[in-house]
């Protein structure tokens, strides 16, 4: 019975490997705008839905470190969904309070950048798969607005 059993995992397990799914790709972040209290940065992710039906996305967690220290982490609940047999473009907003870049002010430095690495997770409900997670990882160097 065991041996049965185990043969079953063993098919389900191919089968569903073979299966299309949602590609990701974190294709930039950028300055937005300069508030009273903070820094924004977008971050934009195209996402290719092989299907023909929209999925909805479940939330997308976000984490900006420099450094090695965490700047900033949240989660974007409910962000919507991905059209179906299309490419859709996410934008997750990073708001970057001012404090934060004071205490980065060695690696700011002479360049006026930050050397960051941004990790997201998209999670996506897919039908009869349940909750499917893209990890997307991106390293480079944001520019800091100028007064001048």
Same mark, same amino acid.
């Given at each position: 019975? =065991?041996?049965?059993?185990? %043969?079953?995992? +063993?098919?389900?397990?191919? %089968?569903?490997?073979?299966?299309?799914?949602?590609?990701?790709?974190? *294709?930039?972040?950028?300055? %937005?705008? /300069?508030?009273?209290? #903070?820094?924004?940065?977008?971050?934009?992710? #195209?996402?290719?839905?092989?299907?023909?039906?929209?999925?909805?996305?479940?939330?997308? *967690?976000? +984490?900006? %470190? =420099? /450094?090695?220290?965490?700047?900033? =982490?949240?989660?974007?609940?409910?962000?919507? #969904?991905?059209?179906?047999?299309?490419? *859709?473009?996410?934008?997750?907003?990073?708001? /970057?309070?001012?404090?934060?870049?004071?205490?980065?002010?060695?690696?700011?430095?002479?360049?006026?950048?930050?050397?960051?690495?941004?990790?997201?997770?998209?999670?996506?409900?897919?039908? /009869?798969?349940?909750?499917?997670?893209?990890?997307? +990882?991106?390293?480079?160097?944001?520019?800091?607005?100028?007064?001048?």
């Amino acid at each position: 019975m =065991s041996e049965l059993l185990e %043969k079953a995992k +063993n098919f389900v397990a191919e %089968k569903v490997g073979h299966v299309k799914k949602p590609e990701a790709d974190l *294709t930039d972040v950028d300055f %937005k705008k /300069v508030s009273f209290g #903070s820094v924004e940065y977008l971050a934009k992710i #195209s996402v290719t839905n092989p299907y023909g039906v929209d999925l909805p996305i479940c939330d997308i *967690t976000y +984490n900006l %470190k =420099s /450094v090695g220290r965490e700047i900033i =982490s949240g989660t974007v609940p409910d962000p919507g #969904s991905i059209e179906g047999k299309d490419i *859709t473009v996410l934008e997750v907003l990073l708001k /970057v309070p001012h404090n934060i870049l004071l205490t980065l002010a060695k690696d700011i430095g002479a360049d006026w950048d930050i050397d960051y690495e941004l990790d997201i997770g998209l999670t996506i409900d897919l039908p /009869v798969f349940g909750n499917f997670t893209i990890p997307l +990882n991106k390293k480079g160097a944001i520019k800091l607005p100028s007064l001048f």
